[in-house]
Every structure is written in C-alpha cells, then in structure tokens.
C-alpha cells in the first residue's frame, strides 16, 4: 500500500484492517457493522503537516499523523439487543486505540439494511396485510413502502430502535418499474422495532380537510378511487416531449483546466483544496487555498432538518434530519448514471461497507468539472467602443443525494476571482399522503386528485472553518447604517455610516437585509497593503425563514440550530454536527450548537467556527407536481481586502469559437486584437479600432 496523504479516504485495505480488528477484539459477539471511514488527524497534528507541506519541508521533525478509522458497528446480545459502539483503530499497528459504547437514548443513523428490514417485515406481517385488505385497491395494484426515520418521540415516550414506513399502491399493470406511486397514498404508517425486527402497531392517518380538524376514519375503503396517474418518466408520460429543443453541447477539445492527484487533490486555476467524503457529510473540502494563501481548514454541510407543519398525529413526529439520521453519503448517486455534471468531467469514488464489513466501491459519488457562468467583469470605453470583457469560469464540484423521496444537490463552485459559492438545490418528489375527495387542507396543498403535499420546510446548516491567512481569524458583523442629518459632519443628510463590531463570544444571531448586515472572516494579524483593512472573506447571510414550530415543542428542541441564521463557535474537536451526535429519534437537541455556544469561550483572533443556517420553506404548488422543478439557495464567499487589486485581471478574453450568429451570418464574437467596424461616431480620422 501507498503512503497516502493524512486527509486521503481510507483505501480498501485499510478498511480491512479496521474491520479484522475489531471483530479480533470481540471474539465471543456478533459485530454488525454500520460504517467505517477516516478518522481525521487532530487539528493541531494536521496543521503542523500542512505547513510543512505547503513550505516543502516534510523531513523527519514534522511527523505524519498517524492513519486511523473511525469503526461505527453495533455488538449484539442474545436478547437481540443491540449495543452500538465506535472504536478507532489505528491501522499502521493494527490496535484498536478507543471505544465507546452508548445506551439506547443514543440512536446511531440508520443503515441502509435497516431500511430494508421495515420493507421485509411488513410484507411478511398478516396484521399488516390485513390492515391494506381493508382498503379495495384497484385491480393490479402493488403495496409499496417509504421507510421513514420514526422522528421524535412524544413527551415521556421512551422507545427502542423503531422506524417508520410511508405507503403508496403503484399500478403495476403497464409492467414499468419506474411507475409513480407517490401518486397513491394510503392512510396508514407501519411502526417496526429494527432489532428485533418486528412490527409494533400501525397508526392510522387522518385524510380529512379543514372541517374535520384532527379528525380520522373520514375516508371510505375506496381511498384510490379518486387519485390519478402521475407519472415522471418520459415513456409513461400523457403528453408529448418537445420537439424543438435544438441539442446545447459543452465542448473542450483540449481537454480541463483542472487537474485531479491522488484522487483527493483538486488544483484548478489559482486554487489548491482536497477533497473528502464521509458516510455522514458526504463530500468534505480540506486546506483550501488561493494562490499559495490560506482560506478555510474545512467546509462541509453539517445537518439539515425537515419537519412538516401537519399537526394531526402521528404526522407530527414527521420529521426528518438527514444526515443525522440517514446520511447524505450513504445516498450519494452514481452521477455518471444520470448525465448530471457537462464538459470533460473527473468522477471521484467512495467506498462502503455492509452490515459483515464487507467493502464495495460506490462509484461516481463526487463529480469535478468546469462551467461557465456569464461574464466575469466587462467596461466599454465609451469614447473608443472598446469592449473589454471576461466570461466567469467555474470550476464545480458536486454530490447529489437521494432521500426516499427527494433529492438534493450539494455543490461547491469556485471562481476565478477568488470567491467560492456554496450552492443547494433541491428536488425529487414531494412528501404526500391522502385526502378525502373534493376536500382541502391548511396543512398543505391538493397537488393531485387524492394527493396531500404537506407544507414543511429544508433548513440547512453549512459548517466553516475558516483560515483566512492563518489558523486565527476574527468573525466581524459589519452593517451599513443610516446617519441623522448634523450640520458638522453629514450636512446634506446623504452620508451613512459602515459599522464593523467583532464577534467576541461565542453566539449567534440573524440576517439582517435592512442592515445590509455582512459577515467577515478576518484575520486581524494581516493587513491588506492597500486599504490597511485585515484581510478577509465575507458572505451575506440569506434572509431565510427559520424553524416554524413552536419553541417549546419536540420538533423546535431537537434542532435549536435552525433558531439562528449564523453561529460562531471556538473549535473543539470533533464538535461536527450542528444538531448534535444524536438526532435519530431524540427529543431534544444534545451536543449541538446551543450547548457550543453555551460556553461562552472567547471567539476573538482565535481558532474560530463559523456555522451558516438557511433553508427553503415549502409550500407546495401545483407546479411541483409530479417531479419539483429545483429550488435553489447559494451562499457566496468573497475576498475582501484579501488581495491588492481584482485576482481576475489576468483572466484572458478568450473568444467562444462556437458561437454563432442565430440567422447563421457569421459569427458574434470578434477575437483578441481583431479589427471591428464602428459606428461611424466613434471613427478616429477614419480608421477602424481594435478591440480586445
């Protein structure tokens, strides 16, 4: 094997090694494995490596971090009780260096096996199936089932592992497999007990609308009878394709500008970062830089949460948070399958585990390409009609998830200006359930016959750690304010006043558009040569909706984070997840952000975190139906004061050899140095002028 690099992905091998050790260390049990995956090196050993790695220097004095696992696996009883553990082992020695166990009031994420295990159980239970004889389904109707995490349990309710399946009927008569079945919900949730793999209950939905309140039993076993056919794939479709789209190719004939190593380092432009991936977070970006400068340590997304806002129960455990309870990692799409990134691309692999740690490659998690984005930066003079204009180049890197029955688009864009956009794009298939005929609901809107798609809202939360010319930074609230007309000093009532106030301690707080409110992640130590100011990034925070649910309710404590739209925390190792560890059935948020800020630690010019919520409040529309057109929500961080003049002045005018005039008469760019005709107004003693 390789010496790979301290943030490289565990390779095949190693995760071997991780798995022998720990069955080895527990020779009398049965292990059932849930993931295993790098167990990043400590901050400081890591930062100490870099440096040495950025300066060249990588001789003996500087040791390399040593290479271990973090080993997620549950040890089982006779009883069939389950006891889940994390251990990390270091995988040079083969020796497992830490354990922990955890009681039952902490729920791991949910394995994909486990998912499957509410499939089997229901199919296979007569008290199920006699529960679906009570509806009369269509003739050639299949049962199908969403599981579901169970959410958060209600007060005092004290439960074993137990999940939760959504069901639907799909029309299995035209043989498609890809037919819809959103588009026939029935009236009823499967609760199973996944360790002893057995059904608990099933709890009955209510279907009614605004005057029946949190009435159930209001539908009739005919409840399909009124729903209709919503299908998405185009060979089922009641309409035909268009017919008028012309084909819209990317072309790059000499190949990317990019250049991937290592299958981790990213070097593109101007920009150097390495690229992680986890079962959790999904894609990770490690020691970006710009031009040999440091920007952020680490940026990845920390959690998201979806409660729906339907109060009847049990609609109001409904409540997903899907990194903490299933993990975007482990629904990563195969994105060569899909055509989902354009141009010449670059896929980068994971790896999994199942439940015996047995490994197989997940192929196509992350994809890299480049995109144009529109012009860069343009002026005309406009006494000689030269145009001087750049188009915006990014580079893209990308992971889509799918969650049952949404999907999400998680992507990473850096410019060559020196800034980097953070993009979320959601879409799929909203979350239904069934309405009685002809009636409507406040908890949501009627987007087919039959069809209830509840409101809910997406709120995200990106973690970033930031090392804008080093490890200590400043988190700086700067607002634009208006100043009261003074015959001293704003005479005219025109000035207004730019306030930048550092954040301290440890806290949060929220958007502010009528303030113009600006983040800035500086570093006090370094100041531009220009402005004098401290070097910086800056990013607005989106003026987002934040969480809906009432503060005292179960849906409000477990995700305290979505109370703020920006929270600044001191580092502390291993502190990841914005909505703590723990979120598969918890009733309260542990761990997470407000117990970070609760520590009231000194955030100024020190190793500080910066956490970004923001979120979609959804809904729904007709026009989401059957498939949502995207949703999206970016993020953008700029340079500010962190270079003496634009970064992408250099950038080049390179005219697009493939754009034509639409009347096909010649082409519409003129190249670098080309003479072009001007308007006669613009003449110089009758010469024509170039232009860039």
Partial sequence: MSIPHPLDQLQAAELSVARDVIVQAHPDSVILFRSIYLDEPAKASLTEFLTAEHSRNLSDPTPRPPRQANVHYDVVRADKSQI??????????????????????????????????????????????????KFKLP??????????????????????????GLCFAKDARNGNPDANHYGYPLPLIPVVDAHKQELIRIDKLATGGTADGLAH????????????????????LDIKLRDDVKPLNVLQPEGPSFKVSDDSLIEWQKWRFRVGFNPREGVTLHDVRYDGRSVFYRLSFSEMTVPYGDPRPPFHRKQA????????????????????????????????????????????????????????WKHTNFRTDRAVVTRSRELVVQCVVTLANYEYIFAYKFDQAGGLTV??????????????PGKT??????????????????????RVDPAVDGYKNTIFREESLPMPLDPEINPFGNAYQVVSQPVKKSGAFDASPSTNLVVKLSNTNVRNPISG??????????????????????????????????????????????????????????????????????????DVVLWSVFGLTHNPRVEDWPVMPIEKIELHFRPADFFDRNP????????????????????????SGEVQRAPESHRQGGEDIPIR
Avoid at 144 to 153: R, V
């Fill in 648 to 671: 992408a002045l250099d950038v080049p005018g390179v005219r697009n050899m493939t754009s034509v005039l639409a009347d096909g008469n010649g082409t519409c760019c003129a190249a």
């Fill in 441 to 462: 609901s406040p908890w949501g809107n009627v987007v087919s016959p039959g069809v209830l798609a509840q409101n809910h809202q997406h709120i995200f939360c990106l």
């Fill in 321 to 376: 948070f899907d990194f903490g309870d299933g993990g975007a990692g482990r629904a990563a799409n195969n994105l060569a399958l899909g055509c989902d990134c354009l141009g010449v691309i670059k896929y980068l692999d994971s790896l999994n585990i199942n439940r015996s740690g047995d490994v197989s490659v997940a192929k196509n998690v992350i994809c890299v390409h480049e995109q144009d984005n529109g012009i860069g």
């Fill in 533 to 606: 100011r401290p070097v910086s990034y800056n990013f607005v925070p989106p003026a987002t909706q934040l969480i809906l649910a009432d503060p005292r309710s179960i849906a409000a404590q477990r995700a305290k984070f979505a109370k703020h739209h920006v929270w600044v925390t001191s580092y502390k190792e291993g502190e990841l997840f914005a909505g703590g560890k723990f979120t598969n059935q918890s009733q309260a948020e542990r761990g997470g952000l407000a117990d970070a800020i609760a520590r009231d630690d000194d955030t100024e010019d020190s």
């Fill in 423 to 436: 993009e979320t794009r959601a879409t799929g298939i909203l979350s239904v359930v069934n309405i009685d």
């Fill in 217 to 236: 039993g209001t539908h009739s076993p005919n409840v399909l009878d009124h729903c209709r056919p919503s299908d998405y794939a185009p060979e089922l």
């Fill in 84 to 133: 889940y553990t994390e251990s990390v082992v270091d995988i040079h020695t083969k020796r497992e260096v830490s354990r922990q166990a955890y009681d039952a009031a902490d729920q791991p994420s949910i394995a994909l096996e486990e998912y499957r295990v509410v499939m089997d159980v229901c199919k296979s239970s007569p008290v199920f199936q006699e529960a679906i004889s």
């Fill in 139 to 164: 003739k050639g109707f299949v049962v199908e089932i969403d599981p579901w995490p169970y959410g958060g349990p209600d007060p005092g309710e004290v439960i074993p592992r137990y999940l939760q």
